[in-house]
């Protein structure tokens, strides 16, 4: 496994279950951003909306055969289990995260539907496990493929013919050549202590995954429903600068977790939601 790739495993393993404690998404196993959409009430909807966003491609292909591309401890995939059919996968990069997620869905009893493995999605050779997939999503997970890897090929070859893929994720809305160097210096951040270095444009995927064979069906931006800039993000952005030397697992998630609210804020990023279908 590549240097990169073991700095994601080290990044998860270490932070995953002060993830769960003290993230807001916790208590239903989302590591994922709560998304605040019309009609969403409360905190664990809106923990839970994304879910519900994948639930309806599940059911418009009755899809039986699931794939999420870095599935945590596998919270999406137990709660669409418990309303769905269907055998359900999860790639993880993290051992502690498929350590975590086993024992949580054999206390729920979904060993027989849902299983977590434990590799590197950016490996091609990890897609030969998973042929005819009807759903493949991938949430706040492509941001860490290395900069310049591409699969969208290997997950076109990996959908079943009207199979969907969705990816809800952290998006650029410029070339990084017109960016200021202020901009510059805080998507470094970003990339650096959020070990994201695979962040990019909506177009550039799209354009990606057409060339790959797959027709672009919605493209949404979740960004005017997330609740950015709270009290505690402000105390963040206040430390965040005397940390930036800090490789401590605490301090990466602060200044990293800055730089995308100031991203956010400044326009740099959407928080997008986009969905391709397989002829």
Not at 49 to 73: F, M, P, Q, S, T
Not at 111 to 134: A, H, M, T
Not at 160 to 184: H, N, Q
Not at 226 to 250: H, N, Q, T
């Amino acid at each position: 496994m590549a240097t990169h790739q073991e700095g994601v495993a080290d990044y998860y393993n270490r932070n995953t279950r002060r993830f769960l404690r003290l993230g807001r998404g916790g208590a239903q196993l989302a590591i994922h951003r709560p998304v605040w959409a019309p009609g969403v009430r409360g905190a664990r909807q809106a923990a839970l909306y994304i879910n519900r966003r994948i639930e309806e491609h599940i059911a418009a292909v009755d899809a039986r055969e699931i794939l999420d591309l870095g599935c945590g401890v596998g919270g999406s995939m137990i709660d669409l289990a418990a309303t769905r059919d269907g055998r359900f996968a999860g790639v993880t990069i993290s051992h502690e995260q498929k350590q975590i997620g086993d024992e949580i869905i054999l206390k729920r009893g979904f060993q027989n539907r849902i299983r977590i493995f434990e590799g590197d999605f950016s490996d091609p050779g990890v897609f030969r496990l998973f042929r005819n997939q009807q759903i493949i999503y991938a949430v706040e997970s492509l941001v860490h493929l290395p900069e310049k890897s591409d699969i969208t090929g290997f997950i076109a070859d990996s959908l079943a013919p009207g199979g969907r893929f969705i990816i809800c994720d952290d998006m650029l809305t410029r070339a990084e050549e017109v960016l200021a160097e202020r901009e510059k210096s805080v998507l470094a951040d970003f990339r650096r202590c959020w070990h994201a270095p695979g962040i990019r444009p909506a177009a550039g995927w799209i354009n990606a995954f057409t060339k790959a064979g797959l027709e672009s069906l919605s493209a949404e931006d979740f960004t005017p429903w997330l609740k950015i800039f709270r009290p505690r993000d402000m105390a963040a952005a206040l430390v965040a600068p005397f940390l930036r030397s800090s490789s401590s697992p605490w301090a990466e998630n602060i200044v990293g977790g800055s730089a995308l609210q100031y991203m956010l804020m400044r326009g740099m990023t959407q928080y997008r939601f986009l969905v391709f279908r397989k002829p």
